[in-house]
Every structure is written in C-alpha cells, then in structure tokens.
C-alpha cells in the first residue's frame, strides 16, 4: 500500500504505510459482508478468546493497556475489572452515538467493518461475564444502522451470536439500538437514560461509573466503538504484539479525522503516542500542510470540547498525558485545523452554539451560562458587542468552570500553558464545552474580539460567517 | 393519525421482547411510528404507552427530547445542511444561505408543495468531507452550491427515490434475532446469578 490510499467506498479514509488494526478491511469494498470477514481472520478472536478462560481475556485486555477511544481515554481492561463482584446481571453498551464536533471515525468502523464491531462485543461480554450486549448507534446514521442488522443477521445465523455460540456455553444476545439526535446521549449515563426509554439527561454523580450501578442500576460497560473494535486483533496477536506498536502509555493505533482548513483532509489510523501535529497536518503521508500554502492560525486537537492549539503546539505528539499537561485533550481522535483567513470570534460562536444547543437543560449553568455565552458571541460577531462583554464572556465562563481553565502556552503572547481539566458546577461536560472555545479564543487571539467591537459601527452582519 | 398498524404491532412487540424492561423499545418505538405516519402521531404515542406501560406523558416526554422526532407533518425530504465546525470552515453558511434561496424558504420551513423541509444541523460525523448535508439521513459529501441545484432537481423529479425513502423511514434493514438462537430475555431484577458460562473460578 502505498501513502495516501484513498477508496471511492471509504469516504474520508485514507490508508497509509503504517499498522492497520481496525482499518486492515476498509480497502475492500465488500468489507462489511460476512464472507469477506471470515475470509479475512474473521472471528479468529473469538475463537482464541473461547478457547481461555474469561479471567485469561480479561488479564490480556488489562495488559495491552487499551484505552478509551470516545474521549476520556480510561484503560478498558481496568474499567472492565470496576464491577462489583456478586452483583448480576452485567450489561455491555457500546457507545456508537458518535456526535463530537470534528470527530469522523466510529461510524466509518461501523459502515466498514461491522462484524469487527461485533466481533469485539462477543470478547468483552465473555472477558468481563456480561450478559447481554446493546448496540446504541447514533440516530441519524441509517446506513451505519443497515449495516449492523445485516452483519447481525447474518452473524445470528451463522451462530456466532446468541445461544451456546460456536457449540459452546457461552451464549449473550446483541440488541442493535438507535438513538434519535441528541448529542448529550454520547456522554454515557445519559447513553444509559436514553436506553431505558427516557429523555436522554446524565445523570447525577456519584456513583462515576456505570460499572458500579449502570444500566437498570446494574453493573454496565459502557465502551467506545473503536474500542470494542480493537478486541478482535488484540486477541489473535496478543497484547505483546499491541503494545509493541505505539508508545509504553498509549500503546496501538488512533484514528484520528483531520479536517477544515488542510490540503487532504482525511481519517488516518495513526500509531499511538508517537505522531505528532506537525505529521498530521503537514506530514505527506497524512493531510499533506495548510490548504493554498497558507498559515496555520489555531488548531481544535481533540473535538470541539477540547481547548485550541497554536503554532507553538505543532511539535506535540498525539499522546494523552504530553496534550493535557499541555493545555488540552485529545477527546475523540479529531482535529479541526484554522488558517490564517479564519474568522475567529465567529468560530468560537459556532463552536458555543453547537452545544448551547445540544444542552439537555438539566443543570443551570449549562443551560443559561451557555445560551448566554451564545448571545454575547452573536452580538460580538454581529459588531454590537461592547468591552464589557469580553469580562462577561469570562465572567459567564467561571460561573460553570471556576477556577484556572486550561490553555495552551503562546510564545507570541508569553502565556504558559495551564494543563487539562478544570473544575466544574456541572453534572457533564456539554457545560464547559460550551466555554472551552470562548476561553481558548480569548486567550490567544483577545485582539480580533477587540478590533471586532471597535469596529462596530462599520461591520456588516455578513462577517458572522466563517470566510473560506 | 394513528396508532400502529396490525403489522407494525407484531414489529413493536418483537422489538419489546428484546429489552429487559419494555421502556427501553421506547425510541425504536417511537421510529416505527414516525416511519409509518411520517411524524409522531398522538395516538400513536398513546399506543406506545399502552405497549411499554407507562403513561402517555411519559413518551411525549421523550419523544420531546429527541431532534429526529418530529411531531407534525414536515416534508417528504427533510434535508439536514450541517452548519458545525468543520463544515462551516469549508463555507457551510454560505451553502445553507444558497438553498434557502433555491427553495424560497429559511431554515425551519417547507415548500409548499410539502416536498422539503430544510433544517440547519449539528455535526454529521462526515467532518472530512465538508460541506455535507443528509437528505432523510442519506450523506452527500463535499457539496457544492451546484450540487444542492442538481439533488433538488433529482428529488422533484423522483429519479432518487430508489436510495432516499420518504421521511420517517431511517434504517430499510431490520434486525430479527431467530427465535432458536435468542437468548431468554428477564427483567434484571430476576437475574440473581452470574452467567453459566462465567465459571466461578473465571471470574474478574
């Protein structure tokens, strides 16, 4: 394979000579049928999980150090051992209620290889003793939906899913279900809400894992797609053979979507831990630097709900630890890149309307701090803001964050970074989501606000678009 | 309109059976009467209830809390422009300012005709290929103002209603677990044991 593969049936994907773990099938174009995955090691993993006792899988998982892809980054193999013993039944969720601006990654596993997905369901059920396995896939993606009932329908009959799977004991039903649009659904109590038939609000903490009272009140596993989607490979190599690729803490792949202002936007597995920025944004083998030759301005590292990246960030690696000490997070695996003809207070206003939209209205400071945040940019964008208003952006802020908010550092400004996370008067993080790109605008380009409120008499109501 | 058709109950009532406390078909519910009637119906919320045995307010109350739910007529295409982030770097306001103007609408109306409705949305999961847009949660990529002239001409003239079902109808493809392969679903508070197959000496 040679850098930069594209496939007309993979839109977005782009294979590289780099190890493939989730991606392998995407460049078949039947990838999502049965046929080609068991031509392909399909349920390999299965097998070899079936044939070792569960507490054997389990200890595997653990010692790959698999982390979290959905934005938290926890390790799967140490969340699996955070039930409570003698506590029965056990449920499995997987989290497919992709939705974090920017993020392009666990609807591609999805469409592409759904029987992976599968596949992966079946080994943490039999690792971690849980009983039965929901799908929770994000309303909107009917094809993604399609896909999984085929490749359900046909694993049923196959007899790789439901009772006594493959001639053994081992029997656990997967339930495809779907979601409706509502974004705070993918943070995972409010997954768990909505899968119990209610409006889709998290719910109050503690307890902070579901593994502890889930679903039902239950012990439940609430994992990622691309963490799920790891398992199959994990268990026909080995953890040896993972953590072997990446670095000690963040061993495997990544994808990772890179989009807005690139020459070859594109969703790339990527060793963990070791690509850096400056690889993915200008790297050839990746998005091949800033589209018609222009300047980076400002960089989205991990999701909307992560704090932007300058220049000075370039040389990071894409590794958990080094981006939050740093000032950020790497979230979902996605980056949304500015250049120089960004307009920025209207980015950040894009941003902040996303989730003063997407707020479920449970907790005050979300529901009124964001709106407000949202109304303050407008008139800010719109060329009637005031000075004042700068203050109360921050003012609005530190009434759902208090405390120092994470930055990264400016050489151009002279600013240290404040590491990831803050403190928080809300009950998850679409709250301070709504905050992280005002604070982050502000930060490190505070002039452009103020040029746009001097200006205010003369702007047209045009520049609240974001120019191209 | 209407409750569920005879057809679409038998539906309901298998999708029921899957869940450990019947609550949980609640949103597949709701699709399936959206999917028959095109939006959610008020009676059909009330049969809903009488299916999973909560009261009728309870559904309203989540049915109100999901977008794709609509509960009145909207048209037969509902087309999504996204307007987050990364489609908005690549010119997505000026992509939906376009259509308006095509459609003669804004953002939150429907043709006259009642052939599309138009709505501004939040991220797609498509941020690569930006511009994107869904029209009944079907993508199109990197779309052009161009683009949007050509699937307007392609919707009226029903060239695409082979890949595009009318609205309410998300997933053409349904999953049925066989009988004889189902594992026996119960309520999680009659689970008191682990699993047969998580021997005792295998557990984590």
Known sequence: MTSGTTFPHAPGYVAGDRPRIVTARFEFEDSFTLERYLATDGYAGLRAALARPPADVHAEVRSATLLGRGGAGFPAGVKWGLMPQGVWPRYLVVNGDESEPG?????????????????????????????QCFLYVRGEMAVAQERLATALNEAYAAGFVGRRILGSDFSVDIVLHWGAGAYVVGEETALIESLEGNRGMPRLKPPYFPAAIGLYGKPTIVNNVETISNLPWLLRN??????????????????????????????????????????????????????????????????????????????????GRTVGAAGSMLGSGAVMVMDHTTDIPAAALNLTRFYAHESCGKCVPCREGATWLERILERIVAGEGSERDLELLLDVGASICPGDFPHASSERLGLTAVPFPYKMTTICFVGPSAFVPVHSALTLFRDEFEARIKRRTTIAVTASRVPR | ??????????????????????????????????????????????????????????????????????????????????????????????????????????????????????????????????????????????????????????????????????????????????????????????VTAAPAWFAEESRT
Not at chain 2, 24 to 45: K, R, T
Not at chain 2, 52 to 74: D, I
């Open chain 1, 103 to 131: 993020t392009y990654k666990d609807r591609l596993l999805m469409e592409r290889d759904p029987h992976q997905l599968i596949e992966g369901c079946l080994i943490a059920c039999y690792a971690a003793g849980l009983s």
């Open chain 2, 1 to 190: 309109m209407a409750r569920l058709s005879e057809e679409n109950l038998a539906l309901a009532l298998e999708i029921i059976g899957r869940y450990p406390r019947k609550k949980s078909a609640l949103v597949p519910l709701l699709h399936l009467a959206q999917e028959q009637d095109g939006y959610v119906a008020e009676d059909a919320m009330v049969h809903l209830a009488e299916l999973v045995e909560v009261t009728p307010a309870e559904v309203l109350g989540t049915c109100s809390f999901y977008e794709m739910f609509k509960r009145e007529h909207v048209g037969r295409y509902l087309v999504n422009v996204c307007g987050t982030m990364s489609c908005a770097l690549a010119g997505a306001d000026e992509l939906i300012h376009h259509v308006e103007q095509r459609l003669g609408i804004k953002v939150g109306g429907t043709t006259a005709d009642g052939l599309v409705t138009l709505e501004r949305a939040e991220c797609q999961a498509a941020c690569t290929e930006a511009p994107c847009l869904q029209v009944n949660y079907r993508y199109r990529y990197r779309v052009t103002a161009a683009d949007v002239d050509a699937l307007l001409d392609d919707l009226v003239a029903g060239r695409l209603d082979g890949e595009i079902p009318a609205h309410g109808v998300v997933a053409r493809v349904r999953q049925h677990i066989p009988a004889e392969r189902a594992v026996p679903v119960q309520p999680p508070e009659a």
């Open chain 1, 238 to 319: 080995g953890a040896a053979a993972y953590t072997a690729i990446g670095t000690e803490a963040s061993p495997g792949t990544r994808m990772v979507a890179v989009s807005g202002h690139v020459e070859r936007p594109g969703v790339y597995e990527i060793v963990n831990g070791t690509t850096t920025f400056r690889d993915l944004i200008y790297g050839e083998a990746f998005c091949g630097g800033i589209r018609g030759g222009n300047t980076l301005k400002a960089f989205v590292p991990g999701g909307g709900s992560a704090p932007w990246f300058g220049p000075d960030q370039l040389e990071l690696p894409f590794e």
